[in-house]
């Protein structure tokens, strides 16, 4: 039996993007990834 269940809205729950801050100089740093164990 799913553990999921419907979702039920609340305006309490909303972020205003007011809210929100992001820095300028944000990284996203990729790694190559290597597959072992192919046949």
């Not at 039920?8 to 929100?20: H, L, Q, R, T």
Request: net charge negative.
């Amino acid at each position: 039996m799913s553990q999921l269940r419907k979702y039920v809205s609340d305006p309490s729950n909303v972020i205003e993007s007011d809210e929100i801050q992001v820095k300028e100089n944000l990284m996203v740093e990729t790694l190559p990834l290597r597959i072992e164990g192919h046949e």
